[in-house]
C-alpha cells in the first residue's frame, strides 16, 4: 500500500444512496405498524414487545475513505447476532485504540419514542429521510476521516482524540427528536472542541520527555506495537501507563488517551529524520545493497557465534552507516544481530552434544572390545601352545609387557587387566 492508498478521502454519500441514482442500493423493508408495539402489562417478557421491535437502521461511515451509506435488518431474523447483520462494527464496541479493517463504523438509529398521552412510538425513516440525515453528518465525518491515525505501511487506523469528539459529533447530529405533532426533528450539526479529558498520547510525551525511551528511535514495528498494547490489570494502560510505571509515577484519573501506536511511530520518524525507517533483517537479507554490504562487513575466519558485544556493536554501526548512504535507517539491528549470533551459538551448542553422544557411544564401544580381546587372548594364552608373548601381542595389537604381564596374572586370584 502506497501514502496514496492510505491517505484521508473526502467524505461523501454512496453512489446507489442518493436522489439522483433513484436510491437504487436502497431495500429497506421496516416491519408493518401491527408487529411494533410494546405491552407493558404482559406478564411474560417475550410477549411484551411485538416481532418487529428488533428492527434496526443503521449509518455506516468508512472511517478510511469518507463514504457514507445507510440501510436496515432483517426484522424477520431476531435469532440472529446484530453484529452479523451489519456492514460494520457499532462504535459502542470499539475501545479508544485501533479501528479493526476495514474501518467501517455503524451507528445505529434510534426509533422508539415515549409520552404520556401516546405511549410508545416507533417511528422508521424513508430513504430520502436517511440521505438528508447522511449529508446532515458529511463535515464531521471529514472531521473524522482527516483526523483519525493512520501508522505504519498499511495505514493502519487508530482512534485519535479529535476523531473520537468527531464521532460524538455525528452520533449527536444523528439522534433525531419529535415535536408533539410526530414531525421529525433533527439536532443541528455542530463542530465540538476536544474536550481536557481527551489527550493525544503523542502530546502527553512531548510534555514529558523524560519518559520517553531512545530505543524507540530505532525499534521494529513490532517492538512498537507490543510497546503500545500494555495492558495492566487496573489503571492506565497503553504508553502512558507503561512509561508511568518504569518511572514510579502515577498520573490522576479522568483521562483517556488516543494514539498511542501513533505517537511511538511518530517519535521514531523523528529520531530518524529524513531517513526511512527499515527492518534490518529485511534490508540485509532480501536487498542487493543489504546482501553487499553484509559480504563485505562479515568477520574473516569467524562465524557469528565467535564474534564478542565490542565486534557485534561495530558490526551494528557499519550496517548502519552503510543503510544511511542510502536513505534508510535500519531498525531492530542490534536485536537482529544478537539473534544470528544466538542462533550461530545455539548450534555449536548442538554440536558439542552430538560429539559428546558419538564419545559417548565409541567409548561404550571400545570397553565391550577389551573385554571381548581379553577374553579372547586369555584363551589361547590358556592352550600353552609354545607360541611367545611377542607373537600373541602382535595379534592382539598389544605391547608385549602388556601380554607378559596378563600372562603372569593368570596364575593368581582372577583381576582385571591394566589399560595398554
Known sequence: MTAADSAPGTARVLTGYRPEDGFMAVELDPPPAEYVWHDEHAEQQDHRYGPGVGYHQWLAV??????????????????EPLGSRLPGVPRRALGDGAVPAPGI???????????????????????????ALALRVLPAVQRLVDSIHRIGPEGDLEWSAEAATAWDDIEQAATPAFDPSGEL????PHTTPVPAWRVEVDDFLTANPELCEPSWGLATDEELDAYADYRPPSGYGGVP????????????????????????????????????????????????????????????????????DCVLGSLAERFQGAAHEHGLALTGLS???????????????????????????????????????NRTMTRILAWSDGRGDAEIA????????????????????????PEP
Do not use: I
Open 62 to 79: 468508512d472511517a478510511r475513505d469518507g463514504a457514507v451509506w445507510f440501510g436496515d435488518t432483517d426484522w424477520r431474523a431476531p435469532g
Open 241 to 308: 501507563g507503561r512509561v508511568c510505571l518504569a518511572a514510579d509515577r502515577r498520573m490522576e484519573d479522568g483521562f483517556t488517551f488516543y494514539g498511542h501506536r501513533a505517537a511511538l511511530y511518530a517519535y521514531r520518524a523523528r529520531a530518524c529524520g529524513d531517513r526511512a525507517p527499515t527492518d534490518a533483517r529485511t534490508w540485509l537479507e532480501t536487498t542487493e545493497a543489504g546482501r553487499d554490504t553484509w559480504e563485505a562487513a562479515k568477520p574473516l575466519g569467524a562465524t557469528l557465534a565467535d564474534v564478542p
Open 335 to 373: 536485536a537482529h544481530l544478537r539473534r544470528l549470533r544466538d542462533e550461530e551459538r545455539a548450534a555449536v551448542d548442538r554440536q558439542l552434544v552430538f560429539e559428546g553422544e558419538e564419545v559417548e557411544r565409541l567409548e561404550n564401544a571400545l570397553k565391550e572390545f577389551r573385554a571381548a580381546r
Open 185 to 188: 426533528l433533527w439536532p443541528r
Open 394 to 417: 602382535r595379534l592382539a595389537s598389544l605391547p608385549d609387557a602388556y601380554v607378559s604381564d596378563w600372562r603372569a596374572r593368570l596364575t593368581d586370584e582372577p583381576t582385571t587387566p
Open 105 to 131: 463504523m455503524v451507528h445505529l438509529l434510534g426509533h422508539l419514542t415515549h409520552d404520556e398521552q401516546r405511549g410508545c412510538t416507533w417511528r422508521f425513516f424513508s430513504a430520502a429521510e436517511l440521505h
